[in-house]
């Protein structure tokens, strides 16, 4: 059994074996994407080249990406759910095969994982007879194929609710009409022009002994691949984008057709380990014998299902609940991400106070996060060895912010002092507002003679969401940010502006993230005071006067060694592939240089065809964290 380490580079290195090229992970901070809070799958730095922009590095790539989202936080305390996770992937941009993928995504897990082939169920596309696209039946067959070779014989089922699952293990693979990935979504609701395709999942299953299905919610249904009973464990989703949709809604084969393949590394980890609760991998399972000596409760991982509503959350879902959260700040806080009241920093304090509630319902009074800010370093110190390098920083912040949280309780306390009658209304303001839990509200309440109604406080909460939701879809739909001569313009002065903070504080300064939009660019880098007018006014005229020097900007391609030797900067990640992209400004791309950076982005020829630039807000958006607006001079 591989631990989590040798997984990640056994992956890696099956993919480079097959003339894949293995790309870094980039940060939890996409860059110049103001569509999006955070990176959320494997595939979304390489959207450009999905959508037809050629890739530098050819037309095979691989990685294990990090990924975070918001969007799931709500859902852990389950088996299965994280809101920090890795994807490995793989990419063909209309390189290779349906079938090359299959195969080789069956060889690994059956091969390289030694999973089980009797465990593994497939789900294809069922196909459109709306807008005549086919049922992938290329794909089904290809599957049974495979089977076959297991000496399996794989029965294609057409209806997911036959009773085939509830034990018959013939029925091995499922058309399902969700089985299709666009940006927008199904069919229907993408624009002309946008690329789409099926996909085909790949599933896991836990076998019906364990008695998941039986004690779930769902235990009067059909038990299927896309069940959420735990029986089954999505472990990986191949697409194909094969089709482009028509102004009049019809869909066409696109000539050149990519693929794009995802798989959890925490739940093929699971899977490795024939064990159904991704918190009893070694990714968690430090974490959580920490919370059992601090709290004195033991954690059952047989305990799958939580009664969310319960007043009291059995511990198992709360040790859920702290393990991924803490876990997550920790990983937002490396990448440069800290708790605040705006954006992004909203959702790392959102977890914090979330996982100081859970630990304060299993008696964990005292502060306990920066004890495990070390214990996370530790179990990525292979893959990310920035955490253990930055844990003291971290764990100072963290505590700080939990710290804080305590001053919350006593605001809480305060406004409750305050009102005649204490209702659900109240109780969720508070919630809302102080981040006070609601079960302290009740138990306030009771003392006063008030008894609060959980079943009311969710309603009011569910409301909340769903305008919340209905408010924010356009910031968390993710994708790629629209592109265009401007923000290639801009891309091209980040550059600039970071050699002009590096000329002007020296070359400790660290660029920590970027965002480009056709209005402005903003830039963060590491340092820990206010820019005096001085200062920006001596930045911007470094940047105006390399723009007006009318500089060459060459890209080229060549070896990460060959590129640190000649003195590019290389940030966001410590890691790269052997081969790299290296964009140069200056009259010689080999010595007589002003900035030289890797860097796989889109750039002006010449720095003359930018528009001199003024540094119009300054700010503070963490600890040594500082970000510079500029913009076009009117």
């Known amino acids: 059994m591989l631990n989590p380490d040798e997984l990640r580079l056994a992956y890696l290195n099956f993919f480079a074996k097959r003339r894949h090229v293995v790309l870094p992970s980039t940060s939890l901070v ?13 595939m979304q730095p390489l959207l450009p080249y999905l959508l037809g922009q050629p890739h530098p590095l050819g037309t ?44 080789w995504f069956f060889e690994f897990l059956t091969s390289i994982l030694n999973l089980d082939p009797r465990r593994l169920y497939a789900t294809v596309y069922g196909g459109s007879a709306q807008f005549g696209i086919a049922r992938d039946a290329e794909t089904a067959q290809i599957w049974q194929a495979l089977f076959r070779q297991k000496n399996i014989t794989a029965q294609i089922v057409d209806d997911h609710s036959q009773d085939v699952w509830q034990g018959d293990s013939t029925g091995r693979i499922v058309y399902y009409d969700a089985n299709w990935w666009s940006r927008a979504g199904a069919p229907k609701v993408m624009p002309a022009g946008e690329p789409g395709g099926p996909d085909s999942e790949v599933f896991y299953d836990f076998g019906l002994e364990g008695g998941d299905h039986a004690q779930s919610v769902w235990q009067d249904q059909a038990c299927h691949p896309n069940c959420d009973c735990g029986r ?22 696109l000539p050149k057709q990519n693929i794009d393949f995802g798989g959890g590394f925490e739940r093929l980890l699971a899977a490795s380990e024939d064990n159904p609760d991704v918190f009893a991998t070694q990714l968690f399972l430090p974490i959580i014998k920490v919370l059992e000596q601090l709290s004195g409760v033991e954690y059952k991982p047989e305990l799958v299902s939580a009664d969310v509503g319960s007043q009291n959350p059995m511990p198992t879902r709360a040790m859920r609940i702290i393990a991924d959260h803490v876990k997550a700040t920790v990983m937002l806080a490396a990448d440069g991400v800290y708790p605040g009241n705006k954006d992004r920093e909203y959702f790392a304090r959102r977890l914090v ?38 844990q003291d920083q971290i764990a100072q912040i963290l505590e700080r912010e939990e710290k804080k949280f305590a001053l919350a309780l006593e605001r809480g306390l305060e406004q409750i002092a305050k009102v005649s009658k204490l209702d659900e209304e109240i109780a969720f303001d508070l919630y809302q507002t102080h981040g006070f839990p609601f079960e302290l509200s009740r138990e306030i309440a009771k003392e006063k003679g008030v008894e609060l109604n959980k079943i009311v406080f969710e309603q009011i909460r569910s409301k909340q969401r769903a305008e919340s939701r209905q408010k924010s879809a356009g910031v968390f739909k993710g994708g790629l940010a629209e592109a265009g001569e401007q923000a290639t313009k801009y891309h091209t002065v980040t550059h600039l502006l970071h050699q002009a903070l590096r000329q002007e504080f020296g070359e400790s300064i660290r660029q920590m993230g970027s965002n480009i939009t056709a209005e402005r660019l903003r830039f963060d880098f590491a340092f820990d005071r206010t820019l005096t007018s001085a200062e920006k006014a001596k930045i911007t005229q470094l940047i105006n006067g390399w723009i007006g020097a009318d500089l060459p900007v060459t890209g080229q391609n060549m070896s990460k060694e060959q590129a640190l030797s000649q003195g590019a900067l290389a940030f966001f990640n410590e890691k790269y592939p052997a081969e790299v992209s290296v964009f ?6 080999n010595k007589d240089w002003v900035s030289k950076e890797l860097c796989g982005g889109s750039h002006v020829k010449r720095t003359g065809e930018l528009k001199p630039v003024v540094i119009f807000k300054d700010k503070a958006v963490g600890v040594g964290v500082r970000r510079l607006y500029l913009r076009e001079q009117s």
């Not at 994280?82 to 079938?99: A, I, V």
Request: charged fraction near 20%.
């Open 584 to 589: 140069t400004i200056g009259t010689n791309p």
């Open 60 to 103: 095979r790539l691989a990685n294990s990406q990090k990924c975070f989202r918001s969007q799931d936080i709500e859902d852990v305390g389950d088996n299965r759910h994280t809101t920090f996770f890795e994807m490995l992937g793989n990419w063909s941009l209309g390189d290779y095969s349906k079938q090359d993928q299959l195969g």
């Open 30 to 42: 996409p860059e110049n994407d103001p569509t999006t809070l955070f990176t959320g799958s494997g």
């Open 353 to 390: 106070r979330r996982a100081i509630r859970y630990a304060h319902q299993l008696g964990i009074k005292d502060h306990f996060i920066a004890k495990l800010v070390p214990v996370i370093g530790q179990i990525y110190h292979v893959a990310y060895p920035d955490v253990l390098q930055k």
């Open 232 to 253: 089954f464990l999505e472990i990986g989703n191949s697409v194909f984008m094969e089709y482009q949709k028509q102004a009049d809604g019809s869909f066409i084969k």
